[in-house]
């Protein structure tokens, strides 16, 4: 077993020289794909294990993941703190185990002739800064293991609720239809714009509740995570022509300065300054009014990425370094 190990550690380091892609690719996740079973792909793509993804996607939504590559994975921490944006159905008339439409069917209630002010007022209640409470079967963990994983080993698992915004929650269709099951349903034709760790699905879930018929999340969609969005992203299938046509271009990756420059606020140093942070000196640094909190990215005059960094105190503290 030592052997092996070491074997695929040398493996490893003969992919690093040959030179692995270094920077984001956005991906446009197919349905019925965990975020790892992409990260898997991306690696035998990359030829590197140093794939990350700034966070989930659920199996059953499509849409934009960002994924890291080499080291561009030290970015995902900070970009999977940016807000997101979505669209999807939610169906109202039925509940599920799960809140979305992988999950058993557990109730159903006649859903039409319901009053579009009835939903809009629904939907102003779930907009904003609210406290929500995730799906019990999600990837939260309770007491240090994850509470999907609770809930299958038959647990009543009870999350605490949490702070989440939903900056936009917009209804732009309500069709009347039929479920399966004969159930006479509503479906919603949605947009969402929220920050990081909202639930799409508890929001499908509360809305039915509040209108007492039930709901779930039958579809969704994600189009954007902070800036990236839909028109950046490739299938898995272009990307794997990418890297096996043969013409030189390989995977398309977004650079790590243009990913950086494109999410953070840019902080543009001098000569002096630059060779400062990158000896971990903490030099004054100027705050910016449209990090909102966030880390800024520091650029050498010649436009090298140098670093991530915080203001702390009126100084810089790296958070992760790029320079070479």
């Known amino acids: 077993m030592k052997r092996e190990n070491t074997g695929a550690r040398r493996v490893e380091r003969t992919r690093a020289k040959q030179g692995a892609p270094d920077g984001l690719v956005i991906v446009d996740k197919p349905a019925g794909f965990t975020s790892?079973?992409?990260?898997?792909?991306?690696?035998?793509?990359?030829?590197?294990?140093?794939?990350?993804?700034?966070?989930?996607?659920?199996?059953?939504?499509?849409?934009v993941l960002v994924l890291g590559i080499e080291r561009a994975t030290k970015l995902l921490g900070h970009l999977a703190l940016t807000e997101k944006e979505y669209v999807?159905?939610?169906?109202?008339?039925?509940?599920?185990?799960?809140?979305?439409?992988?999950?058993?069917?557990?109730?159903?209630?006649?859903?039409?002739?319901?009053?579009?002010?009835?939903?809009?007022?629904?939907?102003?209640?779930?907009?904003?800064?609210?406290?929500?409470?995730?799906?019990?079967?999600?990837?939260?963990?309770?007491?240090?293991?994850?509470?999907?994983?609770?809930?299958?080993?038959g647990e009543d698992v009870e999350i605490p609720a949490r702070p989440v915004t939903v900056s936009s929650f917009v209804v732009y269709s309500a069709e009347e239809t039929e479920a399966a099951d004969g159930t006479p349903?509503?479906?919603?034709?949605?947009?969402?714009?929220?920050?990081?760790?909202?639930?799409?699905?508890?929001?499908?879930?509360?809305?039915?509740?509040?209108?007492?018929?039930?709901?779930?999340?039958?579809?969704?969609?994600?189009t954007r995570v902070?800036?990236?969005?839909?028109?950046?992203?490739?299938?898995?299938?272009?990307?794997q022509e990418s890297v096996d046509d043969g013409t030189g271009g390989g995977l398309p990756v977004m650079p790590i300065g243009e990913a950086a420059a494109a999410a953070f606020p840019r902080w543009d140093v001098t000569v002096d300054q630059a060779r400062l942070l990158t000896n971990g000196v903490r030099i004054p640094m100027p705050r910016f009014d449209e990090a909102a909190g966030r880390p800024a990215a520091a650029f050498a005059p010649d436009g090298t990425f140098l670093a991530l960094l915080e203001n702390q105190g009126g100084r810089a503290k790296s958070l992760a370094v790029f320079a070479p």
Do not use: F, N, W
């Open 185 to 222: 349903v509503t479906d919603l034709l949605v947009s969402v714009e929220c920050s990081s760790g909202t639930y799409i699905r508890a929001l499908a879930r509360d809305l039915g509740e509040a209108l007492g018929v039930g709901g779930h999340l039958t579809a969704l969609r994600r």
């Open 36 to 63: 790892h079973d992409v990260v898997a792909k991306m690696r035998g793509m990359a030829r590197t294990r140093r794939v990350g993804h700034a966070g989930t996607l659920d199996p059953m939504a499509t849409g």
């Open 88 to 153: 999807g159905t939610i169906r109202l008339g039925q509940t599920s185990v799960t809140d979305d439409a992988e999950g058993e069917i557990t109730a159903s209630k006649a859903a039409h002739g319901l009053d579009r002010a009835a939903i809009d007022a629904g939907v102003a209640t779930l907009s904003g800064e609210i406290m929500q409470v995730p799906s019990k079967v999600s990837a939260i963990k309770i007491d240090g293991k994850r509470s999907y994983a609770r809930v299958r080993k």
């Open 226 to 239: 902070g800036p990236y969005k839909l028109d950046r992203a490739r299938t898995l299938e272009q990307l």
